[in-house]
């Protein structure tokens, strides 16, 4: 069964387990996924009310936007988990020769490699759905303040678990030229994401 299928109490036993999947990459998916939900909660709560005919179209975007993250990001929760599948298979590889060795440790850069690149796509999807809880939070129904909120929270938590879970990976990866790409990236991300919380600090503020 994908790990998006599993009850909510099912997923969290795994998590709980000595099993190392799902980890944070997954977890943080899975967050992101929940941000993006509130999101579509709050454009449809504002859709359905009356008094904000003028955000109509842009909630509609919004609405639809979330939605295609949501989808995503339930897949990306067992595709984090497969990408540290890959790893764990890379290190079990056979290591009696040298060409044996040499394998082992191409397979285990490339796996890496990719349990770098899974969590960061993670990461850039998580910051999209904070970037529209935020704009939610700005133009939506003001009751649902609180809840836009959360989905900026939630945005940058997961967000942040995303790029962490890129830089724990990069220790290990040889290439500088790409752990050096990943490393900006990571940056960048970081700081967008702490200004969206600040924006949306504001915001609920101004509310």
């Known amino acids: 069964m994908s790990m998006k299928d599993m009850t909510v109490t099912a997923l969290c036993e795994l998590t709980a387990s000595a099993s190392p999947a799902p980890g ?8 992101g996924a929940y941000a993006a939900a509130l999101v579509c909660m709050v454009a449809k709560l504002t859709l359905e009310k009356e008094g904000y005919q003028d955000v109509r179209e842009e909630m509609e975007a919004i609405h639809q936007e979330a939605d295609s993250l949501r989808n995503d990001l339930l897949e990306d929760i067992q595709k984090d988990a497969e990408s540290f599948d890959a790893f764990m298979v890379a290190l079990k590889l056979p290591k009696e020769t040298d060409e044996e060795k040499a394998l082992r440790r191409e397979a285990m850069q490339d796996a890496l490699k990719g349990a770098s690149q899974v969590p960061l796509g993670i990461a850039r999807k998580c910051l999209k759905a904070q970037k529209l809880a935020v704009r939610a939070l ?4 003001v009751n649902t303040a609180s809840d836009a909120m959360v ?9 942040l678990g995303g790029v962490n879970n890129v830089l724990i990976n990069l220790g290990g990866i040889k290439d500088e030229e790409f752990v050096a790409r990943m490393r900006a990236a990571c940056e960048e991300l970081t700081d967008i994401a702490n200004q969206q919380e600040a ?6 503020m101004s509310r």
């Open 199 to 204: 924006n949306g600090q504001a915001a609920l």
């Open 24 to 31: 944070g990459g997954s977890i943080s998916a899975m967050s």
């Open 138 to 141: 700005e133009i939506g129904n």
């Open 151 to 159: 989905g900026v929270l939630l945005g940058r938590a997961a967000t």
